[in-house]
């Protein structure tokens, strides 16, 4: 049996935005960082090395006048995510309430996890070398819905519609923005090199009107 005029929507998607700052050029010294400026993690290797992260203190590392720059590709890439692509209205201003500097060494992984207290995260690529690790974002679900909640079968073919990860492998400069509900990872960083980039976290801040018709009114 033939079928006519079939159409398929992706619906209840969760969009997740990439971009790349093409002509970013500002030089950042990884191999001269002050590691007193930044919490360290170790994560032991299968091989028995030891990945390092460190993570800065300073927690609005983009108010920074150093970073002032990707602060503004940050602030141009959250605003068209949220305001062109999911049509919140720009009566709803958006802040940047944190930020803060990661640096993988090699051996390095970021182990999964949520963002919480805001409404969109995201993270600017200083540098990422080759190897040195995919961001993999999860289904809120776990699993996708596309067949039940309890069975996946194993499918012929990965696509936006059956798939439970989706895996971004990072450049320089680019900029990747998603809801901060969803759950996120680092795999290793294999590159021998030094992994670096900057997260942030945005919420809203104004009047809001939820489905019951309740006014909230929000300010960071």
Same mark, same amino acid.
């Given at each position: 049996?033939?079928?006519?005029?079939?159409?398929?929507?992706?619906?209840?998607?969760?969009?997740?935005?990439?971009?790349?700052?093409?002509?970013?050029?500002?030089?950042?010294?990884?191999?001269?960082?002050?590691?007193?400026?930044?919490?360290?993690?170790?994560?032991?290797?299968?091989?028995?090395?030891?990945?390092?992260?460190?993570?800065?203190?300073?927690?609005?590392?983009?108010?920074?006048?150093?970073?002032?720059?990707?602060?503004?590709?940050?602030?141009?890439?959250?605003?068209?995510?949220?305001?062109?692509?999911?049509?919140?209205?720009?009566?709803?201003?958006?802040?940047?309430?944190?930020?803060?500097?990661?640096?993988?060494?090699?051996?390095?992984?970021?182990?999964?996890?949520?963002?919480?207290?805001?409404?969109?995260?995201?993270?600017?690529?200083?540098?990422?070398?080759?190897?040195?690790?995919?961001?993999? +974002?999860?289904?809120?679900?776990?699993?996708?819905?596309? @067949?039940?909640? =309890? $069975?996946? /079968?194993?499918?012929? %073919?990965?696509?936006?519609?059956?798939?439970?990860?989706?895996?971004?492998?990072?450049?320089?400069?680019?900029?990747?923005?998603?809801?901060?509900?969803?759950?996120?990872?680092?795999?290793?960083?294999?590159?021998?090199? +030094?992994?670096?980039?900057?997260?942030?976290?945005?919420? @809203?801040?104004? =009047? $809001?009107? /939820?489905?019951?018709? %309740?006014?909230?009114?929000?300010?960071?």
């Amino acid at each position: 049996m033939k079928l006519y005029d079939t159409n398929v929507f992706p619906a209840f998607s969760t969009p997740i935005y990439v971009s790349n700052a093409v002509d970013f050029e500002e030089v950042i010294d990884l191999e001269n960082i002050d590691q007193e400026e930044f919490f360290k993690e170790e994560f032991p290797h299968e091989l028995g090395d030891i990945g390092v992260v460190l993570n800065s203190k300073n927690q609005n590392i983009l108010l920074d006048e150093r970073y002032s720059k990707i602060k503004e590709y940050c602030d141009a890439a959250v605003s068209q995510y949220a305001y062109d692509i999911i049509q919140i209205p720009k009566e709803i201003r958006l802040s940047l309430v944190c930020s803060w500097m990661i640096i993988g060494y090699p051996g390095a992984i970021t182990s999964r996890h949520i963002h919480q207290n805001s409404i969109f995260s995201g993270v600017f690529y200083i540098k990422s070398p080759e190897n040195a690790g995919n961001l993999l +974002l999860s289904h809120p679900l776990s699993i996708p819905t596309c @067949v039940s909640s =309890t $069975i996946r /079968p194993l499918f012929k %073919e990965n696509n936006i519609f059956n798939s439970k990860i989706f895996a971004h492998k990072p450049n320089d400069c680019d900029i990747i923005i998603f809801p901060s509900h969803v759950e996120h990872e680092v795999t290793r960083n294999m590159s021998g090199e +030094l992994r670096c980039c900057i997260a942030f976290n945005y919420f @809203v801040e104004g =009047t $809001i009107s /939820p489905a019951n018709g %309740e006014i909230l009114s929000i300010q960071v």
